[in-house]
T-cell receptor, first 114, second 113 residues
Framework: AQSVSQHNHHVILSEAASLELGCNYSYGGTVNLFWYVQYPGQHLQLLLKYFSGDPLVKGIKGFEAEFIKSKFSFNLRKPSVQWSDTAEYFCAVNAPNYGQNFVFGPGTRLSVLP | SAVISQKPSRDICQRGTSLTIQCQVDSQVTMMFWYRQQPGQSLTLIATANQGSEATYESGFVIDKFPISRPNLTFSTLTVSNMSPEDSSIYLC??????????FGPGTRLTVL
């Protein structure tokens, strides 16, 4: 079965630090990749997605992610985090051509210290 | 993206009772889904709510425990039946837009005593 792993359970950074959250998936076929964010007390929001084309995708709020097919990875990055980036981040994968619905990673909690 | 609302936003229920959660979308969507997010964990897909036919359940979820209705393209309900404390979770509905991209509702936080 398809699975998604995220490297860190909880990441603590100071403001202006750079961020990289790891995401790896197990499925070998063509996949769609997503990062969702859940701010405290808010609902899940789409941050960015990759379907095909340029493996470096840019999302909202200065986030970007790079798809590396050979590593089955889709890491999320931001050059300089802000306190308002404190949230839970979820990586998700689906492969609709193969009947694979969304599979979410366990999530990474990011705490940004002011 | 579509605006998704859920009712109730939260509830506290007694063991053995049932709760029906509503999901309303402000536009017609083909695909609607129900997820569960247990405390401190990630999201798990419960089922795909199919309009005009029975829902498609994921492994580990059954219709008797989580009956789902989808009477039209803007509305769905999920019932959590015969609840136990293990059912305490956030239940979320989502819709598919932009082809293969899902957007989520605010969730229903359920606590079972």
């Amino acid at each position: 079965a398809q699975s998604v792993s995220q490297h860190n359970h909880h990441v603590i950074l100071s403001e202006a630090a750079s961020l990289e959250l790891g995401c790896n998936y197990s499925y070998g076929g063509t996949v769609n990749l997503f990062w969702y964010v859940q701010y405290p007390g808010q609902h899940l929001q789409l941050l960015l997605k990759y379907f095909s084309g340029d493996p470096l995708v840019k999302g909202i709020k200065g986030f970007e992610a790079e798809f590396i097919k050979s590593k089955f990875s889709f890491n999320l990055r931001k050059p300089s985090v802000q306190w308002s980036d404190t949230a839970e981040y979820f990586c998700a994968v689906n492969a609709p051509n193969y009947g694979q619905n969304f599979v979410f990673g366990p999530g990474t909690r990011l705490s940004v210290l002011p | 993206s579509a605006v998704i609302s859920q009712k109730p936003s939260r509830d506290i229920c007694q063991r053995g009772t049932s709760l029906t959660i509503q999901c309303q979308v402000d536009s017609q969507v083909t695909m609607m889904f129900w997820y569960r997010q247990q405390p401190g964990q990630s999201l798990t897909l419960i089922a795909t709510a199919n309009q005009g036919s029975e829902a498609t359940y994921e492994s580990g979820f059954v219709i008797d425990k989580f009956p789902i209705s989808r009477p039209n393209l803007t509305f769905s309900t999920l019932t959590v039946s015969n609840m136990s404390p293990e059912d305490s979770s956030i239940y979320l509905c989502s819709v598919e837009e932009d082809t293969d991209t899902q957007y989520f509702g605010p969730g229903t936080r359920l606590t079972v005593l």
